[in-house]
């Protein structure tokens, strides 16, 4: 069963950017699809971005759409959210998760068809 671990994390400046990578071990790689998730205090986990096991397909909630990019390598079972033009409405602790189930073309909005999920990392935007 695939392990993963967010690193990047970290307090920028609104405007700023932050690249943020999620190491999968332990694990067929290639298997699953790959997502990004955000909570926020006193709110619910939400989509950030999402990308297909082949890589071809990313897919934005809106409120990223345009300054985020989310990419994946699967040569070295990682997969990045490059965030620019960060908010202090992004501020949050990010969540990558794996999907098992998907087909290799297809990815997932919904947090519960991800069945394995790293600890999280903070992101913290000041104004």
């Known amino acids: 069963q695939v392990q993963l671990v967010e690193s990047g994390g970290g307090l920028v400046q609104a405007g700023g950017s932050l690249r943020l990578s999620c190491a999968a071990s332990?694990?067929?790689?290639?298997?699953?699809?790959m997502g990004w998730f955000r909570q926020a205090p006193g709110k619910e986990r939400e989509f950030v971005a999402t990308?297909?096991?082949?890589?071809?397909?990313?897919y934005y909630a809106d409120s990223v759409k345009g300054r985020f990019t989310m990419s994946r390598d699967n040569a070295k079972t990682t997969v990045y959210l490059q965030m620019n033009s960060l908010e202090p409405e992004d501020t949050a602790v990010y969540y990558c998760?794996?999907?098992?189930?998907?087909?290799?073309?297809?990815?997932?909005?919904?947090?519960?068809?991800?069945?394995?999920w790293g600890q999280g990392t903070q992101v913290t935007v000041s104004s």
């Open positions: 332990g694990g067929t790689f290639i298997r699953y699809a």
């Open positions: 990308i297909s096991r082949s890589g071809t397909s990313v």
């Open positions: 998760a794996a999907d098992s189930r998907s087909s290799f073309y297809s990815a997932s909005r919904r947090p519960s068809e991800y069945d394995l």
